[in-house]
């Protein structure tokens, strides 16, 4: 191997094993036809206005619509969501045929079961590398009573007992 592949190596164990959320980001194209992604490149960024940030691969076929569509909703997922982690994972899928989701009042698709939903307006957008960095600002707030779900070591699922107080 040479150094620039180790590096990458060694870039994606760090990553993989730096514990974060997991989400599901939608919107909607120009027709209305509903999209979205699992991502865990999600961050908070200012309290004042309320900013959210996650990055989407320069390779995903709905790049385009993410970065005209000017809005979209941020589901942080529930702990008992894997299936619908994987779903939007998934390559070549009617993912939105396959859960439970409604539009909301921004005209967002909204998926069911969620931990929370931060429904946004794109605030800015930043080339960042192979991906563009989608900043939003935070419109709406749905919060529930649930777990969240936590990304470590390559799994995913609810958050261990012994992190709870």
């Not at 989400?23 to 979205?36: A, H, K, L, N, R």
């Not at 993912?95 to 989701?101: A, K, L, V, Y």
Request: aromatic share 10%; glycine share 6%; hydrophobic share 40%.
């Amino acid at each position: 191997m040479n150094q620039v592949t180790d590096q990458v190596q060694n870039f994606k164990e760090v990553m993989g094993n730096y514990p974060t959320g997991v989400t599901v980001v939608t919107t909607s194209d120009e027709q209305g036809v509903p999209v979205g992604l699992t991502v865990n490149s999600f961050a908070s960024v200012s309290l004042d206005p309320l900013l959210v940030l996650w990055s989407i691969d320069h390779k995903v076929s709905s790049l385009d619509i993410f970065k005209n569509a000017g809005k979209f909703a941020v589901h942080v997922l529930a702990g008992d969501q894997q299936d619908l982690c994987k779903l939007f994972a998934s390559k070549d899928m009617d993912r939105f045929s396959n859960c439970e989701w409604n539009s909301s009042e921004y005209g967002l698709p909204v998926v069911s079961g969620a931990f929370a939903v931060l429904q946004c307006k794109t605030f800015k957008q930043v080339e960042a590398g192979d991906h563009t960095i989608l900043i939003g600002e935070v419109l709406d707030i749905q919060l529930d009573d649930k777990e969240a779900m936590l990304y470590h070591n390559r799994k995913f699922g609810p958050i261990p007992a012994e992190f709870h107080s």
